[in-house]
């Protein structure tokens, strides 16, 4: 019971920080979040632990939390780390991969991209088979440590992902750059995929960087 109000906890609050429904800077009072998401202490404060170890939201001494700042400079070297990472990872699971992984790749794409045809714009199921897709591609790299990286950079990427869709979802063609990059993948063209691969990291930055307004540095958390 206690692990699943945790988890409830850590998903209600990452989504709405995610969704920018709770603003950058804003505090995090443990009163308010228990009255708002209808929950104890205990499972919102391990919450707020693990969304500090994510970066989305920021510990103050002992005065408390509130939901990180972002900036332009972040984004650049956050799109920057992940095409490091990530040239190492698909070049590497190109050089290992087997025809199973070859298979689940191209399994992974289609599930991702018979919901993109089907859905009105990106939502949870999206999410899901989104992150699926892209574990997939670097599956076969034989480096554990490698991939829990990416996955972590992922995961810390979450946040310009939500504001690229917001910002300018309808301009940008996210169902044909996945397309590319599976064609050269499955084509073992390492070359192409690491370029196409950067490409996808830095247009979802550069959109995201696009949709920041001026942040005021706020007030100490109380």
Known sequence: MGATLNMSAFER??????????????KLRIEALKERYGMGASPLREALNRLSALHLVEKIDQ????????????????????CWVSEIA????????????????????????????????????????????HFALIAACPSHWLREF?????????????????????????????????????????TRAVSLLNQHFRITADIAIASIEPQS???PVD
């Open 217 to 219: 540095v706020p007030d």
């Open 13 to 26: 609050l990452r989504a709405d920080i995610l969704r920018g429904v709770i603003a950058p800077g804003e």
């Open 90 to 133: 698909i070049r590497e699971s190109i050089r290992a991969g087997n025809a199973a992984w070859e298979e689940s790749v191209v399994l992974a794409h289609h599930r991702l991209k018979r919901h993109h045809e089907t859905s009105t714009g990106p939502d949870r199921e999206w999410e899901v088979l989104h992150r699926q897709f």
């Open 63 to 82: 005065r408390g939390f509130r939901v990180a700042l972002i900036s332009p400079e972040t984004l650049v070297e956050l799109a920057m780390t992940r």
């Open 150 to 190: 990416h996955e972590t950079l992922f995961d810390l990427a979450d946040r310009s992902r939500h504001m690229a869709v917001l910002h300018d979802h309808a301009a940008r063609d996210v169902a044909g750059e996945h397309q590319l990059i599976v064609e050269a993948v499955i084509a073992r063209d390492v």
